[in-house]
């Protein structure tokens, strides 16, 4: 069945450092939508992407869609402690339109 | 504008005991979902209300859960019995639109089953 993994899993970084995750779909996705879930908290959308090889920011963060609209990946300049939380892409299959989350990373930002 | 609204927040039982919980999306989303969310996992889709109609409920345990949104609004979601492999966060969320919308979360209700 359909899969989105997330890499890494988990990711410690010192504040001021930069991070990234990335976003891997067996399958193509009509769209891309990321999320950040603060610990015991609920997911809250970030941006949603559409076309293919698609960029977006926010501030420090930087979205990217990849060309096959399989892959997708989030890059945080410059940490900072209020970025702790959990990331989740999620984006519906562009065949059977099943919405599915990706596994997650973790950010955990050192002071 | 009020969000999805969820109750209860947290809800302990023990198992073979039937639990429901109750989402009230935010006013003129005609898409609603529920998930379940282990801890430290993605949230998994159980089912995806298009206004009355669940258009996709393919990952909902039948024999179990059951769930209905008679108005197209508000939304149950039933678990009986329970088991306790069901304690985890239910979550349930809605979008404006076909389901590539933007979903707004509600905060969750925590279930844990003894």
């Known amino acids: 069945g359909q899969q989105v993994m997330q890499i890494p899993q988990y990711q410690h970084v010192q504040e001021g450092e930069d991070f990234t995750t990335y976003c891997n779909s067996s399958?193509?996705?009509?769209?891309i939508q990321w999320y950040k879930q603060r610990p015991g908290g609920h997911p809250v959308f970030l941006i949603q992407l559409v076309k293919s090889g698609e960029v977006k920011k926010q501030k420090r963060l930087t979205f990217q869609f990849g060309e096959a609209k399989k892959n997708s990946s989030l890059h945080i300049t410059a940490t900072q402690t209020t970025d702790v939380g959990t990331y989740f892409c999620a984006g519906p299959d562009s065949g059977t339109y099943k919405y599915i989350f990706g596994t997650g990373t973790r950010l955990k930002v050192l002071a | 504008e009020a969000g999805v609204v969820q109750s209860p927040r947290y809800k302990i039982i023990e198992k073979k005991q039937p639990v429901a919980f109750w989402c009230n999306p935010i006013?003129?989303?005609?898409?609603l979902y529920w998930y379940l969310q282990n801890l430290g996992q993605g949230p998994e889709l159980l089912i995806r209300y298009e206004n009355e109609e669940a258009v996709d409920d393919s990952q909902l345990p039948k024999d179990r859960f059951s769930a209905e949104r008679l108005k197209g609004v508000d939304s149950t979601l039933k678990i009986q019995p329970a088991e306790l492999g069901d304690s985890a966060v239910y979550l349930c969320?809605?979008?404006f639109g076909r389901g590539e919308d933007t979903q707004y979360f509600g905060p969750g209700t925590r279930l844990t089953v003894l």
């Open positions: 969320a809605s979008s």
């Open positions: 399958t193509t996705l009509s769209n």
């Open positions: 006013s003129g989303h005609n898409t």
